[in-house]
């Protein structure tokens, strides 16, 4: 049996199909906020204004970002690690558990969804 599950990518702000994961850092913590092309857009105007004061600094310091892989370079999540989350709270919705739209999904969750599949 073929099972063929659909992400589609939600905006944060306004619900809307989002074109885009924009990541942003602040006091040493990295966010990620999946955004409509438009809402992308205003994010960067607005955060154009403090940038262009800022200094550049070429790597994220400790404690605030991704880990550093045995290679040397950042690890980041790709797109297949964030479709299958999406695919996870679907599924958990789906089945009564209750998850946050954002954040870490619980072990319990992710275990009985592997189960499943």
């Given at each position: 049996m073929v099972k063929k599950v659909t992400v589609t990518l939600v905006d944060d702000v306004d619900n809307v199909p989002a074109d885009e994961t924009v990541s942003i850092g602040l006091?040493?913590?990295w966010f990620e906020l999946d955004l409509s092309n438009s809402?992308?857009?205003e994010l960067r105007k607005v955060?154009?204004?403090w940038i262009q004061h800022a200094r550049r600094v070429s790597t994220r310091t400790t404690g605030g970002g991704p880990a550093a892989s045995s290679s040397g370079g950042t690890r980041t999540r790709g797109a297949a690690d964030r479709?299958?989350?999406a695919a996870i709270r679907e599924w958990a919705r789906t089945q009564g558990f209750e998850i946050s739209a954002r954040g870490r999904i619980s072990s319990e969750i992710v275990r009985a969804w592997e189960l499943s599949s």
């Amino acid at each position: 049996m073929v099972k063929k599950v659909t992400v589609t990518l939600v905006d944060d702000v306004d619900n809307v199909p989002a074109d885009e994961t924009v990541s942003i850092g602040l006091d040493g913590t990295w966010f990620e906020l999946d955004l409509s092309n438009s809402n992308a857009d205003e994010l960067r105007k607005v955060m154009d204004q403090w940038i262009q004061h800022a200094r550049r600094v070429s790597t994220r310091t400790t404690g605030g970002g991704p880990a550093a892989s045995s290679s040397g370079g950042t690890r980041t999540r790709g797109a297949a690690d964030r479709a299958r989350s999406a695919a996870i709270r679907e599924w958990a919705r789906t089945q009564g558990f209750e998850i946050s739209a954002r954040g870490r999904i619980s072990s319990e969750i992710v275990r009985a969804w592997e189960l499943s599949s």
